[in-house]
Each structure stands twice: as C-alpha cells, then as structure tokens.
C-alpha cells in the first residue's frame, strides 16, 4: 500500500506570495498520496481566503479555521486532524524540495522500521546567499536505542537553537501514531522557543530513525522574525521555558545526564533576555539601567550556577565570545555582536 503524507502549515497573516508558494512547494511533492492541512489561526489578513481558494481547487488541501490561539496550538490542531502515516510541519513562509516525500519513501524502504526521519535545511534571506544549516550526524546515520533517543534529547539542549536541526519542527518527518503518543506535541502558552520543549519530548517517544544529509526545506529568515523582535517580557518568558524544561528533565531516566545541556539552555536564555529586551535596539533602559539589569539578573538562579559551572566546549566562537562577555560584564562589547548580526543576516563574522 501507498504511504501517505500529511503536511501541517499553520498560517497566520503571512505575505501573500510566500504562502502561495509555501502551498505550491507542498502540492508538488513527487509523491500521489498526500494531504495538506491549513490551520489558519485567525488571521485578519487575506490568508484566509487564501487557503480557501486553494482548497477549492484541490482536495488534496483541507482548511480549518480557529479563533487565533497561537502557532502550537494551530500545529497541535493539525497533528489531530491529519491522515497520513507520516507528518511533516511546514511554516507558511517557507517551503520545501519537491522531492521531500519520496525521500522518504526511499528511506523507509532503506531504513526498515524507521518512525521518523531528520533532514537538513536552508536559510534563506532577502539579500544573501542561501545558507544550509547541517545536522550534527553524518549521512545515514541511524538511531536505534533507548540511548540514541536520550543522547538526541541532549543535543536538542547543548546545541544553540539558532543551528540546531534537532529543535526546529519542520527538519523531521514522524510516523503519526508516534506523534499521536506526544500529543499535545507543541505546549500551548509558551511564547518563546517553545520549539525546545515540544522536540525533547518528542524524542521521548520515538524508537528508531535516521538523518539525511540534504537541505529539504527552505527556512526564510526574515526581520520580522521573532528573534529580531523587541520582547518586553523576554525574562518571564524564557524563566517559564526553564521550569518547563526542568520538570521534563525530572521525569526522565537518570536526569542528572542532562545538567550539561540544561547549563547552556540556560546561557542561551541569558542571551535572549539580554538581545531581546535589556540591550535591544528599542530599549529605552539608560546605559547605568542596562548594566543595572544585566548584572542582577546573573545574579539570580539559574543564572548564576549555570554560568558558574556551564560548559563551554564544542560551542561556537560566537557563542563562546558572548557567553564571555557577559559573564566578565563587557556588556556593550556583547550588544555590538548582536548589532553587527542585525546588520548582515547570515554573514559569518568569523
């Protein structure tokens, strides 16, 4: 029998054209058997008569509309409603290769019993080259046991989130009774990197997999992106995304193997609140205010164990450097590098 695919694309108030091509990118897959689910979350744009359209003109296409909920609660909602034996989640203003879907096919042709699939992607920016954003496998590389699932359940900490195919929704295809097992797979209320949560614990569930070393999705990167955006409540943000975090910790076999990855998703935090809201561009804190800030928030727990005992090893000069920074109060050295990235998306500095 056909393997089938479902594509789950929640949309909300997205450009016109990139959701018409997020569309086109899935409706040509290579592959007979597949369905494309659009969760419009609301949206009080044109994108609701988007998806509308398309629906009307391919069954392949099923919409649903919800009062706006968030991006989880549109991607859990889809996870529900879809068919496939495999599910993929695609953002709607990126888009995908054409030959995902037989890529996959061949891979659990090759791979028997696989229950989910990693592959790589690109960044794509405005005024820039096209940047692949590599797993840190090499091809076919297999992951077979309890603790292949507990060492991807580290990576998906001790690597930053900006790099880490691990952590993004749309670099995987699972087998849908395996997603099913996770639901709610994306946790609902958590407005910042809540990516980290939902690909830890759905890791937990999964038993046997592969990694293919090829970019089959094309992530944007736009400045609107949120990592861009000036978050006034990045600190209660990213303190709910570490006690969520350390409770999915203490609920796993031998729970003190992770405090490594834990100390750098903490470091990551710090960085977030410091580029995000204390040193952001919009900040109307004074320069003695910023320091102020800077200097009681590494204070406080977690903080101030995690850069204490954090390690720095296999990270990036970037991350290294900033981590530095901050932990010596070089603070305004730190807020250049965030600049300096603003400036030129995907250049490297070094």
Same mark, same amino acid.
């Given at each position: 029998?056909?393997?089938?695919?479902?594509?789950?694309?929640?949309?909300?108030?997205?450009?016109?054209?990139?959701?018409?091509?997020?569309?086109?990118?899935?409706?040509?897959?290579?592959?007979?058997?597949?369905?494309?689910?659009?969760?419009?979350?609301?949206?009080?744009?044109?994108?609701?008569?988007?998806?509308?359209?398309?629906?009307?003109?391919?069954?392949?296409?099923?919409?649903?509309?919800?009062?706006?909920?968030?991006?989880?609660?549109?991607?859990?909602?889809?996870?529900?409603?879809?068919?496939?034996?495999?599910?993929?989640?695609?953002?709607?203003?990126?888009?995908?290769?054409?030959?995902?879907?037989?890529?996959?096919?061949?891979?659990?042709?090759?791979?028997?019993?696989?229950?989910? !699939?990693?592959? $790589?992607?690109?960044?794509? /920016? +405005?005024?820039? #080259?096209?940047?692949?954003?590599?797993?840190?496998? *090499?091809?076919?590389?297999?992951?077979?046991?309890?603790?292949?699932?507990?060492?991807?359940?580290?990576?998906?900490?001790?690597?930053?989130?900006?790099?880490?195919?691990?952590?993004?929704?749309?670099?995987?295809?699972?087998?849908?009774?395996?997603?099913?097992?996770?639901?709610?797979?994306?946790?609902?209320?958590?407005?910042?990197?809540?990516?980290?949560?939902?690909?830890?614990?759905?890791?937990?569930?999964?038993?046997?997999?592969?990694?293919?070393?090829?970019?089959?999705?094309?992530?944007?990167? !736009?400045?609107? $992106?949120?990592?861009?955006? /000036? +978050?006034?409540? #990045?600190?209660?943000?990213?303190?709910?995304?570490? *006690?969520?975090?350390?409770?999915?910790?203490?609920?796993?076999?031998?729970?003190?193997?992770?405090?490594?990855?834990?100390?750098?998703?903490?470091?990551?935090?710090?960085?977030?609140?410091?580029?995000?809201?204390?040193?952001?561009?919009?900040?109307?804190?004074?320069?003695?205010?910023?320091?102020?800030?800077?200097?009681?928030?590494?204070?406080?727990?977690?903080?101030?164990?995690?850069?204490?005992?954090?390690?720095?090893?296999?990270?990036?000069?970037?991350?290294?450097?900033?981590?530095?920074?901050?932990?010596?109060?070089?603070?305004?050295?730190?807020?250049?590098?965030?600049?300096?990235?603003?400036?030129?998306?995907?250049?490297?500095?070094?």
């Amino acid at each position: 029998m056909e393997k089938t695919f479902s594509f789950v694309v929640p949309v909300y108030n997205t450009a016109e054209k990139y959701l018409k091509k997020c569309i086109a990118s899935c409706i040509q897959q290579e592959a007979p058997q597949i369905e494309v689910i659009l969760v419009d979350d609301g949206s009080s744009d044109e994108c609701a008569r988007i998806c509308d359209r398309f629906a009307e003109t391919d069954k392949r296409i099923s919409v649903f509309h919800q009062k706006n909920a968030g991006v989880a609660a549109a991607r859990n909602h889809g996870i529900d409603v879809a068919h496939g034996d495999w599910i993929i989640c695609v953002d709607s203003d990126d888009w995908i290769e054409s030959t995902l879907c037989e890529e996959i096919r061949t891979a659990e042709e090759k791979y028997n019993g696989i229950d989910f !699939l990693l592959f $790589s992607l690109a960044k794509e /920016y +405005r005024e820039a #080259a096209s940047q692949s954003i590599l797993g840190m496998y *090499e091809n076919g590389h297999m992951f077979c046991s309890k603790d292949d699932m507990a060492q991807l359940q580290r990576d998906v900490l001790e690597h930053p989130l900006q790099n880490n195919i691990l952590v993004f929704p749309y670099c995987k295809a699972v087998k849908r009774d395996a997603l099913l097992k996770a639901q709610p797979v994306f946790p609902v209320g958590v407005s910042m990197c809540e990516d980290v949560l939902s690909a830890f614990k759905v890791f937990g569930f999964l038993t046997h997999g592969v990694y293919i070393d090829k970019p089959l999705y094309h992530y944007r990167q !736009l400045a609107s $992106s949120a990592v861009y955006k /000036y +978050r006034k409540n #990045a600190e209660e943000e990213q303190r709910q995304l570490l *006690e969520l975090l350390s409770k999915m910790i203490k609920g796993r076999p031998n729970p003190e193997s992770y405090r490594k990855g834990f100390n750098r998703e903490v470091l990551y935090a710090a960085q977030r609140i410091f580029s995000q809201k204390i040193y952001h561009r919009d900040s109307e804190l004074s320069w003695r205010q910023k320091r102020e800030k800077c200097t009681g928030l590494l204070k406080k727990e977690p903080f101030c164990s995690a850069f204490r005992d954090v390690d720095l090893h296999n990270l990036s000069i970037n991350h290294k450097l900033k981590s530095f920074l901050l932990k010596y109060k070089m603070y305004e050295l730190c807020s250049i590098l965030y600049r300096l990235h603003y400036m030129l998306p995907g250049k490297k500095l070094w």
